[in-house]
Antibody, heavy 115, light 112 residues
Framework: EVQLVQSGGGLVQPGGSLRLSCAASGFTFSDYSMNWVRQAPGKGLEWVSYISSASSTIYYADSVKGRFTISRDNAKNSLYLHMNSLRAEDTAVYYC????????WGQGTLVTVSS | DVVMTQSPLSLPVALGQPASISCRSSQSLVYSDGNTYLKWFQQRPGQSPRRLIYKVSNRDSGVPDRFSGSGSGTDFTLKISRVEAEDVGVYYCMQGTHWPRTFGQGTKLEIK
């Protein structure tokens, strides 16, 4: 059974940093690209970032480019999102999603940016 | 960026009745490999999104056959043949052809 278990959310002050994690199981993690998608409170879905299976191709939404870094550790079956210079508008539930076609999603983790 | 426009944004439907959601893209979603990477997701209240349909019309495993996807180029539709109570939620289309990936605004389905 495919499982994506997320951790690392919380309350952070504007300008602060946070790292999100997504632990994968039930499939060969190193064979699949991964995505991060976020959802601001009461709003729709926004794609954030993509990383290919071997980390050779990475894309970011313009809204996070230069502030967020996606990475993965295939030996640990884990995906990460390092978030720096956080702003109030980054407040959202962040989801990891498996594969080019986003067929499975994690449970989501809430990031709140507020003083 | 490719703009995905869904309609309607609110969809009240009586139980057992059909429902239809339109999704239009500002550019063709046909990729150079010939595939069209248009997906539909369902998000029930308080839950993570769940993929229902991929590549326009392919239903995911476990998705009831009352859900169907169709369309081509820039014009796509999700249909529910007979709405059930468990279908309540928000439905999103998403394009996976161009970077950045983009979603429609979401269509909220409720029982009338």
């Amino acid at each position: 059974e495919v499982q994506l278990v997320q951790s690392g959310g919380g309350l952070v002050q504007p300008g602060g940093s946070l790292r999100l994690s997504c632990a994968a199981s039930g499939f060969t993690f190193s064979d699949y690209s991964m995505n991060w998608v976020r959802q601001a409170p009461g709003k729709g879905l926004e794609w954030v970032s993509y990383i290919s299976s071997a980390s050779s191709t990475i894309y970011y939404a313009d809204s996070v480019k230069g502030r967020f870094t996606i990475s993965r550790d295939n030996a640990k079956n884990s995906l990460y999102l390092h978030m720096n210079s956080l702003r109030a508008e980054d407040t959202a539930v962040y989801y990891c999603a498996k594969g080019y076609e986003s067929d499975y999603w994690g449970q989501g983790t809430l990031v709140t940016v507020s003083s | 960026d490719v703009v995905m426009t869904q309609s309607p944004l609110s969809l009240p439907v009586a139980l057992g009745q059909p429902a239809s959601i339109s999704c239009r893209s500002s550019q063709s979603l046909v990729y150079s490999d010939g595939n069209t990477y248009l997906k539909w997701f369902q998000q029930r209240p308080g839950q993570s999104p769940r993929r229902l349909i991929y590549k326009v019309s392919n239903r995911d495993s476990g998705v009831p056959d009352r859900f169907s996807g169709s369309g081509s180029g820039t014009d796509f539709t999700l249909k529910i043949s007979r709405v059930e109570a468990e279908d309540v939620g928000v439905y999103y289309c998403m394009q996976g052809t161009h970077w950045p990936r983009t979603f429609g605004q979401g269509t909220k389905l409720e029982i009338k």
